[in-house]
């Protein structure tokens, strides 16, 4: 699996690196053409070749880089005030399922993160998920213990209530499942890493391992029925 993105010039790590140690306006400014030049150019064409992967595999997935990638600009409405984040993220939402499951990787100086999977669901779509989860489960559970998402990821990671949701029977067959809040797929790998071009291999190899659990949770909001391909199950 080879690509022309070569990894991120270790000056942009390092540029990561320093803006965690200075999180601050005056800081930032004087050094935003470091950013542009050593972080977020290379991020837009690590985009653009996972993009041009996913084309091969996940077409309704594929997104402008200027759209997937994250703004650097922290929202201090929320408890972190500090200005500015300390990684580069981008995210590759569904066509067709309105605030749906999709695709994620995260590159800093402390991990290299990839994932998937729905984070904070409204509540009609959390309800949709849980009813088709409902009625497909079984589906469900062999996605989930899919040999290559097993080898990749691990378990399904994911905030859950103490008891079955309101509206499903708690003797449900898929209890376990029907309490989720979130459903992900995630993993968070050594820094190193990101300043090679193996970086691009990990992030498709994972990439293509989580498609038919994102296009279950997409099932119900797209109204398409899911299609599991045996060889997704044991690549």
Do not use: C
């Amino acid at each position: 699996m080879r690509s022309a993105f070569p990894g991120f010039p270790r000056e942009g790590i390092q540029f990561m690196r320093s803006l965690a140690r200075n999180n601050k306006r005056e800081w930032f400014q004087p050094r935003k053409p470091i950013f542009e030049a050593q972080v977020k150019e290379p991020m837009r064409q690590l985009v653009g070749a996972v993009n041009a992967a996913m084309a091969g595999f996940a077409p309704e997935y594929v997104t402008d880089p200027d759209k997937a990638i994250y703004r650097i600009y922290r929202d201090t409405r929320f408890k972190d005030k500090t200005p500015y984040k300390d990684h580069i993220a981008a995210s590759f939402p569904r066509r067709g399922a309105s605030a749906g499951a999709g695709y994620y990787f995260a590159v800093s100086h402390k991990e290299v993160a990839i994932g998937g999977g729905i984070y904070m669901p409204a509540p009609e779509t959390l309800r949709a998920i849980r009813t088709h989860l409902a009625e497909h489960y079984q589906d469900f559970r062999r996605i989930a213990q899919a040999r290559a998402v097993k080898q990749l990821f691990g378990a399904v990671h994911g905030e859950q209530l103490s008891r079955v949701p309101k509206g499903f029977d708690p003797g449900h067959p898929a209890a376990d499942l029907l309490r989720h809040k979130q459903f992900l797929l995630y993993i968070e790998l050594a820094p190193d890493l990101a300043t090679g071009p193996e970086l691009y291999a990990e992030i498709v190899k994972r990439f293509r391992a989580m498609r038919p659990f994102l296009e279950f949770l997409n099932a119900p909001l797209t109204q398409r029925k899911v299609k599991i391909d045996p060889k997704d199950l044991f690549q």
